[in-house]
């Protein structure tokens, strides 16, 4: 499936706090199952949605680098938790707090990753969006679109090793919500 070029809107839409959206894919990301949750949030059809690339939903707003940051941690064999900036079919846009994880078969075979998306809290909403601009900004001031990854990479590490913290830390340390969440686990 070629990807559909879905220009944004700027309309915000929201889905219900007991909902969770939930995608499975394979190990290049192409969607192999979308719930119910995804696929009203998202707008597309279950069959626009599978085969299709997980980048779909990519919000030309959200900073390539933080897919670096995801798919380095996730084909690394661990989790990540992220917020995510996502782009609905009709150009609307949603916000969701994202916890991918690789998935396994039977036998012990990395076969694919598992994403379990949930409304992100408002508080650590305020404080990702202003970083998100920054990173953005950075990426479309460099020469090319990888130089500008590469840069914005450097800002988050740099960001990390400024406040002697990891990436789970620091995306739990945005919300008291996820931070009390942490704290009980």
Known sequence: MSRIHTAPTGREQHF?????IVSK???????TYANDVFIRVSG??????LGAP????????MPRCVFKLLWDTIKGGNEIFAYVLNLAKDGSHYWVFAHVTP?????????????NRRV???DALEKIRPLYAQL?????????????MEA?????????????TDYDRFVFSLSEHTQLAAATT
């Open 44 to 49: 597309y059809s279950e069959s626009e949605l």
């Open 16 to 20: 219900g706090e007991d909902e969770i």
């Open 136 to 148: 953005l900004a950075m990426e479309k001031r460099a020469a090319n679109p990888n130089a500008g």
């Open 120 to 122: 992100p809290y408002p």
């Open 25 to 31: 894919t394979d190990l290049r990301g192409i969607i």
């Open 152 to 164: 914005s990479f450097k800002m988050v590490v740099d960001l990390l090793q400024s406040q002697s």
């Open 103 to 115: 998935s396994y078969d039977l036998n012990g075979q990395h076969v694919g990753y598992h994403s």
């Open 54 to 61: 997980h980048s779909i939903l990519r919000h030309p707003e």
